[in-house]
């Protein structure tokens, strides 16, 4: 707050009108903090297998030089480790192209269906070595939005991909595209272990796991539902997160019809 005297001495009672400038720096220092956390976050997400990646180096350099066994089991370590900073980067990448064009409405005519089916297609192995059978329900007529198809596929992995990582005890994820009177909603639901209250208003924050270690374990970086939120805003869509711990989680993507857009 500042507080400036107005004009010389000239107010009734001989008093110098002041004015008052208020400004609300709640937001700025919001962003201002995010902006830090995002820094220390990526920092941290990199410097872990990096760390990791300096120590085997140096095994190998030296107590493990003339052992091909230990060679072989760093070697295939170490190639996780870059991995998956390899997949940090790409998810930092997608994230900042999908922020740059987010007040850009895709144009495209894309249907759902065909989304949809490509995308779980290419997961069915996955699920299946992990125990988890993908089912699609989609309407017979075409589920016609304006977007962008690769957009669009990266959402329908992202939640099919943790409703088979984090629902994988449910054994069945159920994807179905249906017709709303206001567009196209594509719905995700699992019967895993759910997710408490308290953690789903900030699931689409980047970095934001419930539980940080089985997320890493799974080779996840906590980019994928902020992406998800990204594209979906793009897209002037809305997504909804629902879950109850023991029940299960239903995520909803709702999308403007070709037709309303
Ligand atoms: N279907 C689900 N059931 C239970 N927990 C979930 C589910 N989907 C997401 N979560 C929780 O939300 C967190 C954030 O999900 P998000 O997709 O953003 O990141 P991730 O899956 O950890 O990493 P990435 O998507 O980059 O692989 C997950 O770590 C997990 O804790
Ligand atoms: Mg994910």
Redesign the pocket.
Known sequence: MQITPALEATGEFGAAPVMLLFRDLTEARRLERMRVDFIANVSHELRTPLASLTGFIETLQGAARDDPAARERFLSIMRAQAWRMT?LID?LLSLSRVELREHVAPKTPVDLRTVAAQIIDTLRTMAGERGVAIALAAPEAQAIVLGDADELSRVVE?LV???V???ESGGRVDVAVERREDGFELSVR?H????AQE?LPR??ERF????VA??RD?????????I?KHIVNRHRGRLHIE?EPGSG?L?RVILPAADRA
């Open positions: 997949r998810d992202n991909e943790n409703a990582k984090y629902g699992d895993g272990p759910g997710i953690h699931l689409t934001y796991r419930v539980d089985e997320s799974k080779g996840g970086t906590g980019l994928g539902l902020a998800v879950s989680t995520v």
